[in-house]
């Protein structure tokens, strides 16, 4: 058992080398120092022995199941942003309906009546003005 171990270790480590590209270490202009798999386009590069370059990142183990049922695909997603968006529209269709509505209302009947408290009390003018202006800058600001 320890003898496959220790040969799977060896051949893994050895495959790891033979896969692994030219490393590149060359400075800018600027000063600063580039590790890159291709030589820069003027200038000089040293060539890095394998002996010196860094491991490469052990490779991650992929799922079993296709990658289309954890990530949506774009066409989901805009479907679920159209849907959310008509939500939106229509929630706010509705709001400026029941705004115009209020303020029909309040333009057509100088004598209102509002509850407050339990009680039933009558809006006087003043109320009535503030409330219309409410009522336009809503529309104003959410209805155009």
């Not at 289309?68 to 159209?82: E, G, K, L, Y």
């Not at 929630?91 to 705004?99: L, M, S």
């Amino acid at each position: 058992m320890r003898r496959t171990l220790l040969l799977a270790s060896l051949l893994l480590g050895c495959a790891s080398a033979a896969c692994a590209g030219q490393i590149y270490k060359w400075v800018d202009a600027q000063g600063i120092t580039h590790f890159t798999a291709q030589p820069p386009q003027a200038g000089q590069a040293a060539l890095v022995p394998p002996a010196q370059q860094p491991p490469s990142p052990p490779a991650v183990a992929t799922p079993a199941t296709p990658a289309q049922d954890s990530d949506p695909t774009q066409a989901d997603i805009d479907a679920r942003v159209r849907k959310e968006v008509a939500a939106k529209e229509k929630e706010r269709a509705d709001y400026c309906v029941n705004v115009r509505t209020t303020l029909a209302q309040l333009r057509n009947n100088p004598r209102l009546r509002m509850e407050v408290n339990g009680e039933m009390r009558r809006v006087s003018e003043d109320e009535r003005q503030a409330k219309i202006a409410e009522a336009e800058k809503a529309i104003g600001e959410h209805c155009q």
